[in-house]
T-cell receptor, first 110, second 113 residues
């Protein structure tokens, strides 16, 4: 059974701080890793993908992958109240469907 | 990216009835999926919609309850049959273009009374 684990939160950070979201996965064959953002009442929106070990930066977002530790994280710099949402980690192997974690609820306090 | 539309966006249904949800994509995609998201929960995959053949269902989901069609590379339907209040959920169509990036439709909010 493939599992993706996330701390459900809520994770509260002050505006302007760095938010750090973490995810672990059980399947060592996983090859592709994604972070989705979901606002309340909306569908998930893809914000980052990462496929190889190391860091990948896109604006205020940085995804980090460590396959040896089966760990993927998302850093949000200069957090804004508009970043308040649930962040879903998803992984997949090859052409299989995405497996999602339960999500971490982030609250950015102004 | 992909532009995905779903109909209806929401519905209130009586128990014992069925509802068919439509998913339309703006261009051809390789894979289409149907997910369910119950209140406060994460996404659960119902099935992979296969073009021209029977859908591939995940454990706990069966064709009689959730029949799925995919007549072409841009369209799919999910029917929720013989509904009960436990079927109240958001149903999401998701598509993948190529092998990687997967996008979600806006969802259909279903309430069963």
């Amino acid at each position: 059974q493939k599992e993706v684990e996330q701390n459900s939160g809520p994770l509260s950070v002050p505006e302007g701080a760095i938010a750090s979201l973490n995810c672990t996965y059980s399947d060592r064959g996983s090859q592709s890793f994604f972070w989705y953002r979901q606002y309340s009442g909306k569908s998930p929106e893809l914000i980052m993908s990462i496929y190889s070990n190391g860091d990948k930066e896109d604006g205020r977002f940085t995804a980090q992958l460590n396959k040896a530790s089966q760990y993927v994280s998302l850093l949000i710099r200069d957090s804004q109240p508009s970043d308040s949402a649930t962040y879903l980690c998803a992984v997949k192997e090859g052409n299989t469907p995405l497996v999602f974690g339960k999500g971490t609820r982030l609250s950015v306090i102004a | 990216s992909a532009v995905i539309s779903q109909k209806p966006s929401r519905d209130i249904c009586q128990r014992g009835t069925s509802l068919t949800i439509q998913c339309q994509v703006d261009s051809q995609v390789t894979m289409m999926f149907w997910y369910r998201q119950q209140p406060g929960q994460s996404l659960t995959l119902i099935a992979t919609a296969n073009q021209g053949s029977e859908a591939t269902y995940e454990s706990g989901f069966v064709i009689d309850k959730f029949p799925i069609s995919r007549p072409n590379l841009t369209f799919s339907t999910l029917t929720v049959s013989n509904m009960s209040p436990e079927d109240s959920s958001i149903y999401l169509c998701s598509v993948r273009r190529g092998r990687e990036t997967q996008y979600f439709g806006p969802g259909t909010r279903l309430l069963v009374l």
